[in-house]
T-cell receptor, first 114, second 117 residues
Framework: GENVEQHPSTLSVQEGDSAVIKCTYSDSASNYFPWYKQELGKRPQLIIDIRSNVGEKKDQRIAVTLNKTAKHFSLHITETQPEDSAVYFC?????????????FGTGTRLQVTL | GAVVSQHPSRVICKSGTSVKIECRSLDFQATTMFWYRQFPKQSLMLMAT?????????EQGVEKDKFLINHASLTLSTLTVTSAHPEDSSFYIC?????????????FGNGTRLTVT
């Protein structure tokens, strides 16, 4: 099955700075990589995703890059704001078995300070 | 679109009792739903894949007789925690895809915080 590693576990940045979170995956068959943001006690919310046929995707202040050869992908948040503070999870789809499922990374707690 | 509703949001039960959690896809049909469990400050761990009209597929280490899953319709999956114990206290979240493409996002319910006393 798929194994996803995520770093760092915690990240503190000043408002306006950029934040980068990195993930690696093990299964070269994975072709879908979403990122979720989870606020305390709430459901994970999809913020951006990327498929294996592209190397980069951007949505306003958020971007994701994918390196299939190295099997790693990264989340970039620019001009961070206090409301960006949350736990971020990367994920990769595990295509083994009858139903493709998502395997999540261990999460990164992002703190944006004033 | 792709709204997933989960009930109850919170439940407190006594040790030894059973608790049922419902997960509904409100505006789409989901032949497959996924049940995750999340302990405090930890990641989402997949418990099982719920398949409409057939048996659920459980992840390694998850007791199928303890966590009963029923997916009787295209819009409803239920998770029953049987003979609950304090160590079962956790945040349980269901999810489903808007359509069956394997490269599409999962949409999550609001989660159920279970506390077993």
């Amino acid at each position: 099955g798929e194994n996803v590693e995520q770093h760092p576990s915690t990240l503190s940045v000043q408002e306006g700075d950029s934040a980068v979170i990195k993930c690696t995956y093990s299964d070269s068959a994975s072709n879908y990589f979403p990122w979720y943001k989870q606020e305390l006690g709430k459901r994970p919310q999809l913020i951006i995703d990327i498929r294996s046929n592209v190397g980069e995707k951007k949505d306003q202040r958020i971007a994701v890059t994918l390196n299939k050869t190295a099997k790693h992908f990264s989340l970039h948040i620019t001009e961070t704001q206090p409301e960006d503070s949350a736990v971020y999870f990367c994920a990769a789809n595990d295509r083994a078995g009858t139903a493709s499922k998502l395997t999540f990374g261990t999460g990164t707690r992002l703190q944006v300070t004033l | 679109g792709a709204v997933v509703s989960q009930h109850p949001s919170r439940v407190i039960c006594k040790s030894g009792t059973s608790v049922k959690i419902e997960c509904r896809s409100l505006d789409f049909q989901a032949t497959t739903m996924f049940w995750y469990r999340q302990f405090p400050k930890q990641s989402l761990m997949l418990m099982a894949t719920s398949n409409e009209g057939s048996k659920a597929t459980y992840e390694q280490g998850v007791e199928k007789d303890k966590f009963l899953i029923n997916h009787a319709s295209l819009t409803l999956s239920t998770l029953t925690v049987t003979s609950a114990h304090p160590e079962d206290s956790s945040f349980y979240i269901c999810s489903a895809r808007g359509y069956q493409g394997e490269d599409s996002p999962l949409h999550f319910g609001n989660g159920t915080r279970l506390t077993v006393t």
